[in-house]
């Protein structure tokens, strides 16, 4: 069994999950919108689960 935490996604893991292009999510994230992502450094970062989690609550 793996206990090690899932990595954190870059905005490239996270366009090819979501089917979208990079620039999609930088337009979102300039509106507020969009999956929850953190800033380290001048790099996005986002939780796998956190992503799943919004585009669960987000899926017409």
């Not at 300039?30 to 799943?52: E, F, N, S, T």
């Given at each position: 069994m793996?206990?090690?935490?899932?990595p954190?996604?870059?905005?490239?893991?996270?366009?090819r999950?979501l089917r979208?292009?990079v620039?999609?999510l930088?337009?979102?994230r300039?509106?507020?919108?969009?999956?929850?992502?953190?800033?380290?450094?001048k790099?996005?970062?986002?939780?796998?689960?956190?992503?799943?989690?919004?585009?669960?609550?987000?899926?017409?």
């Amino acid at each position: 069994m793996n206990d090690q935490p899932e990595p954190m996604w870059t905005i490239e893991d996270v366009s090819r999950y979501l089917r979208i292009p990079v620039e999609t999510l930088y337009q979102w994230r300039r509106k507020k919108q969009g999956p929850p992502a953190c800033k380290m450094g001048k790099h996005l970062r986002y939780d796998p689960a956190g992503v799943r989690d919004w585009f669960t609550a987000n899926a017409a």
